[in-house]
């Protein structure tokens, strides 16, 4: 029987990654949509058509039980969130609902339909947030410092009750950043990269950020979601911290970013206080020793060759457009 996968949140960074991973492995893929969204299909132009677009809301569990129904998945990858940090301190109500409640109407509808499906959620290295241990493993305990931080949390440790109380199929990948040419423009890697884009053809002259002190632990999203698939397919599902195990700051990645473009930071990067959190997270470095022990997962892509690849598809995207 052919394996079926149905992904929340497909139309994301991690979801394109994760619906040509799955595909290239034979699945059958499908991802699910708000019908109300306006969908911006960009990151799936080269899979459009070997994927099915399937109707279902986290805030409605009778859509969801619907489409587990119609589709008959045997794995579910839940990567909808509204998981944009800075966001979820003007919308924390909605962000509770998506992120965190989203997480228990999804796990239900599975538990309702088929409770064999195999289920993977997206946690984040944001749990940690005001860290306890330096580096972060499986066992650190969390300290969210943002709504959203919060909500997965508590998206997490739902996923971890309905494995212990129903011995469902379902496990927590604690993913650390991750980026890519296809992140939003939103998230900071992203802006810079972008910003450089139009500084190096005269369209910008700064680029403002908030903390450029702020330490993350960044790899390659097209690496990370490959660790998703592993760990959904083990025999005992488990939850696992992925991460380099290597930090950096915004600051190291503004400085490569510019030097990729042939430019110094210091002469166009303004410090804003209006980008600044509300609470700072400031380290996070992930201990990915199980996910390497277990899954045999390392990653592949390098923070300078990350940088680097998001500033040249910026610069290529830019100078196509001129």
């Known amino acids: 029987m052919a394996k079926r996968a149905l992904i929340t949140g497909i139309t994301g960074q991690d979801g394109s990654y994760l619906a040509e991973l799955l595909l290239q492995n034979g699945y059958e893929v499908a991802g699910m949509v708000r019908r109300t969204s306006t969908l911006n299909l960009e990151r799936l132009v080269g899979v459009i058509d070997k994927i099915k677009i399937v109707p279902g809301d986290l805030l409605d569990v009778a859509s969801l039980v619907e489409t587990i129904k119609a589709f008959a998945p045997t794995e579910v990858y839940n990567l909808a969130a509204q998981s944009f940090v800075t966001t979820s301190w003007n919308q924390p109500e909605f962000t509770g609902e998506v992120t965190g409640l989203g997480v228990t109407r999804i796990l239900d509808a599975i538990r309702i339909v088929n409770p064999e499906i195999r289920f993977y959620q997206a946690s984040s290295s944001e749990m940690f947030g005001k860290v306890r241990e330096i580096p972060q493993n499986e066992m650190t305990p969390f300290h969210p410092r943002s709504p959203y931080g919060v909500a997965k949390v508590y998206g997490h440790w739902i996923t971890v009750n309905y494995r212990e109380s129903f011995g469902m199929r379902t496990c927590s990948g604690i993913l650390f950043n991750h980026e890519s040419p296809r992140r939003g423009l939103e998230f ?135």
Not at 196 to 222: C, P, Q, S, T
Not at 275 to 287: C, H, K, Q, S, T
Not at 297 to 308: A, H, S
């Open 188 to 322: 900071v890697t992203r802006k810079i990269s972008h910003q450089v884009a139009k500084i190096k053809f005269g369209l910008a002259k700064e680029l403002r950020l908030g903390n450029l002190d702020a330490k993350r632990d960044w790899g390659f999203a097209g690496d990370y979601v490959k660790a998703m698939w592993l760990m959904t397919n083990q025999d005992i599902p488990e939850d696992y911290v992925i991460a380099t195990g290597e930090t950096h700051s915004v600051r190291e990645f503004c400085e490569i970013a510019f030097a990729r473009a042939g430019l110094n930071y210091e002469n166009y990067v303004i410090v804003d206080e209006q980008f600044f959190r509300p609470a700072e997270v400031d380290l996070l470095i992930g201990d990915p020793k199980k996910a390497s022990d277990k899954l045999g997962w390392k990653p592949e892509v390098g923070f300078v060759d990350l940088v680097e690849m998001m500033v040249d598809s910026d610069i290529k995207q830019l100078a196509d457009k001129l």
